[in-house]
């Protein structure tokens, strides 16, 4: 049980932006939550991953994912640098104003161990009809020993549209 | 121009930078690969639900019930 939940900084998009990175991270937390509602620029959905990127490090990523889809479920894993982490953007063309629900976990981040962590996502399409991922688990890897001092975050093409919004939480877990 | 944007963790501050030619041909490169990956997974989870309902046909061929070639298959 975390001991404080302290919001590190915010970011909401006034204007579509290309990728938000959150840089100086401070390392007196245990863990970092990141928490976002976006919408990204593009039509289609095979783009629309969360890349992300550690310490501006384009390598040591490693992941599984569960998806769920309309008709069913798949799952895989990879090694991909850098790392996406979820088809979990709200699409042009997708529902009108509608933005998805992300949350990343990264346990011990400052530490000097390689660094878990967990992924989940939902995206709301408004429609019966689409194949395209609507919720996806993701268990990933940084397998890096460097205190995570930045993190970067971008949709795989196009821009995050204006009120995507971005928050980097601290956890502590010890007084 | 493109635009990303950093935010200082220390400070709050919030600045948007206009993304150099090399980034945006980065990010070019990347979406290209991401697609690419986004393509191959879409492909191998449809021979996963073609080759799954084969065997569920050649399974009630057999003799066994819907239900229970389900059973089976997963």
Do not use: H
């Amino acid at each position: 049980m975390a001991l404080t939940y302290e919001t590190i900084q915010t970011y909401i998009a006034t204007s579509s932006v290309s990728d938000i990175t959150f840089s100086s991270i401070p390392a007196t937390y245990t863990d970092l939550i990141i928490k976002g509602s976006a919408r990204c620029s593009v039509t289609n959905s095979n783009y629309g991953y969360w890349v992300l990127t550690l310490n501006s490090t384009s390598a040591d990523y490693q992941f599984t994912r569960v998806i769920g889809y309309v008709n069913g479920i798949d799952s895989n894993g990879d090694t991909t640098n850098p790392m996406y982490v979820g088809s979990n953007t709200e699409f042009t063309g997708w529902t009108s104003n509608t933005f998805s629900n992300v949350e990343l976990y990264i346990l011990d981040y400052a530490g000097a161990n390689p660094k878990p962590i967990n992924f989940d996502g939902i995206i709301e399409n408004n429609s019966q009809s689409s194949e395209k991922a609507f919720q996806e688990i993701n268990n990933a890897r940084w397998n890096n020993t460097a205190a995570i001092t930045s993190i970067k975050i971008a949709p795989g093409t196009g821009s995050f549209v204006t009120n995507t919004r971005i928050t980097l939480y601290g956890i502590l877990k010890t007084p | 121009m493109p635009t990303k944007v950093i935010v200082d963790c220390t400070t709050g501050i919030s600045t948007e930078v206009e993304l150099t030619a090399e980034e945006i041909a980065d990010a070019e490169a990347s979406a290209q690969k991401f697609a690419a990956l986004r393509a191959k997974e879409e492909a191998e989870a449809q021979a996963k639900a073609e080759a799954k309902a084969s065997a569920l046909v050649k399974l009630q061929e057999l003799g066994l019930t819907e239900d229970e070639a389900k059973a089976l298959i997963g």
